[in-house]
């Protein structure tokens, strides 16, 4: 089993920055993608970014350009959302979610980290 502990969320000024943070631990598979996910209020649960093994990153429409996904250089158990630029409509609750490279389907959630962009 693989437990994920969010940090970061909080509250921001429109155009603002925060930096979501995602540590991994447990029965960690080498090849893993992890990735970042939004849930607005009354709405379905969507990609915002993921990360694969080799770094090689995707990023949902909505936020290439101002968000930027990474990972901790030494254990690669941590992962990163840079949030720049930050709109109203970013508001929601993220999660982080792990798989190994040879699913598709999210197999671990964290518990969720709220984003409130608002003036």
């Known amino acids: 089993q693989v437990q994920l502990v969010e940090s970061g969320g909080g509250l921001v000024q429109p155009g603002g920055s925060l930096r979501l943070s995602c540590a991994a631990s447990?029965?960690?598979?080498?090849?893993?993608?992890m990735g970042w996910y939004l849930q607005a209020p009354g709405k379905e649960r969507e990609l915002v970014a993921t990360?694969?093994?080799?770094?090689?990153?995707?990023y949902a429409d909505s936020v290439k350009g101002r968000f930027t996904i990474s990972r901790e250089a030494a254990a690669k158990n941590t992962v990163y959302l840079q949030m720049n630029s930050l709109k109203p409509e970013d508001t929601a609750v993220y999660y982080c979610?792990?798989?190994?490279?040879?699913?598709?389907?999210?197999?671990?959630w964290g518990q969720g980290t709220l984003v409130t962009v608002s003036s």
């Open positions: 447990g029965s960690i598979d080498r090849l893993n993608v």
């Open positions: 990360i694969a093994p080799g770094g090689t990153a995707n």
């Open positions: 979610g792990y798989r190994t490279l040879y699913t598709t389907t999210v197999k671990n």
